[in-house]
């Protein structure tokens, strides 16, 4: 194996934490994928880590509250089918690491998705099923001990977040509005639903919290601003009042258990600044110092303890695979209990200069920029999914390791992306979903101004970034060199016919309608355009992707090699929507980084 083979699966082999629940003792409840996959460990305070969980797949996990002994409420579902199902672990039990069969069933019925929403003070757990009838989403209300359930909600469509009273008088939920990346909040109460915003608005609600006293809530919005900002709800006449803004950054906001202290996020151009608020006046009390630049709040939201001293984080940086870390709410300071920080020990990690890209419709494109040491000239776009997605600084082995090649890499929020105001992320909405692509064309256009070779360059992304790879290589195929896809949309007409029913709804509200939109639909994608790709292809895909269907990839490939163009098709049978597991990574990364290796010369 050579040196650069050798770098590429070390990179690629490191391990991560999460920070899912942090306990009334002090232990905090963790994600560990070491096994391959992330499987709960029990982290004491003494620093013992328990192992819990073994699981065939990807797991998460919350503390049931006021229970003895000390329960887990288990989510998991089967090789990435995102069918979760929700179980119980007591660890005191655990001697070895639970398989499924050792779990005790809580919210079981494989043929459809249980997602935990919520759990409550009393042993209860608030969890949003589409069990009716495999399309619509309840939301039900769940005493663990006696089985005992309660729907709240039975509305149709999706579910998004909820948040019952401390009272148990009324429970807030939201659900998608009629815009797109809009959200609208319902208050449950008694027999009825109330809606407490419009539908119609376009504005984002999210991060719902109850204060303890059941007069009011906590939620982050942007209704009438552009950025988001926390705000006190009255559920009863819907009125909102801010209480901390930041006119050049989205926050959001976490309550501490007493109602007193709020830990407030700020997205930064794709990093992190966390602070301690008062929660009644929203004044600012202390700064959390973190550890460097980077993200605490990507892959897990921060959790309080339950005496509201403090909290647990997930941290990640460029140059930090993921870490536990834990917040004094006292003095703003952190420290890291759980990392595995060896596994980068000696390795030459790059942090990314932040550049604004001018596009010829006069906007500008936020781009993260990675620069190997000696610069060959190649560069790779990596696109993120979405399209409400950001690109943030975070751990990216596959960032690393193509700069470990020599290639430059760059990662930009295209428009459409979150984190830079509802004006920047409206701005792909339905029939202006080419103008992100045209982005693509604006980033090629600026190579040269960071001394790279606009004939070597290619585009790599998943999901919705996998869709933007297809599309440049389509649409503008004079410019790119080759392109890596990974779970992507070939088509928007198939992907919304042949997407998960209950996904259908949600996602025309970005892309456009079936019924109404569907020849623009065909206009813009890349399949109708398959004639004009030249670049050759790396496609990934898992075979039970619910999301993106499995025949986007095939029917792409198929296309492109009959035209006589390069194309390799790779497809995991136990994988979802992505690569969650280790080994699978370890197979397709390294075989589609060689490729761009060899075409980008």
Known sequence: MSDTAELVTRLLSARTWRAFDVAADGRVLAGDDTSGTVQLVELAPDGTRRPLTALPGACAGRYLKGVEPRTIVVSHDTDGDERAQLSLLRPEDVTAPFGTDDLEPLVRDPRYIHSLAEVLDDGRVVYATNRRNGVDFDLVLRHVASGEETVLYDGGGMVGGASVAPDGSAALMTRPGVPALSSQVLLLAGS???????????????????????????????????RTGIARLDPSSGSLEYLVTDDAHDVSGRLSPDGRLLLVATDDDGSSRFAIHDAETGAHLRDVVTPGVGVGDYLTLPRWSADSQGLALTWTSPTVAADVVLVDAATGRTGTVASWAEDLDGLDLVTPTSVGIPTPDGETVPCFVYSPAVPTGSSVLIIHGGPEGQ???????????????????????????????????????????????????????????????PTRSALWGGSYGGYMVLAGVSFQPERWAAGVDIVGISSLVTFLENTSPYRRAHREREYGSLERDREFLESASPLNRIGDVRAPLFVIHGANDPRVPLSEAE???????????????????????????????????????????????
Do not use: C, M
Not at 199 to 210: F, S, T
Not at 581 to 592: F, I, M, V
């Open 192 to 226: 009825g639903t109330t809606e407490v915003t419009s539908a119609d608005e376009p504005a984002i609600h999210g991060g719902l919290q109850w204060l303890p006293d059941s007069s009011a809530a906590l939620v982050t919005t942007n209704s009438g601003r552009d």
């Open 391 to 453: 690109s943030v600084r975070s751990f990216s082995p596959i960032t690393q390791a193509l700069v470990a090649q020599g290639h430059t890499v760059l990662v930009p929020n295209v428009r459409g992306s979150v984190g830079y105001g509802k004006r920047w992320y409206s701005l792909d909405d339905v029939d202006r979903r080419l103008d992100s692509v045209a982005d693509l064309a604006a980033i090629h256009d600026f190579l040269p101004q960071l001394d790279l070779d």
């Open 555 to 601: 029917q792409v490939a198929a296309a492109v090699r009959s035209n006589g163009v390069e194309v390799e098709l790779v497809v995991y049978d136990d994988e979802g929507h992505g690569l969650a597991k280790r080994a699978n990574r370890l197979d397709a990364y390294p075989r589609a980084i060689d490729f761009l290796g060899r075409v980008l010369g």
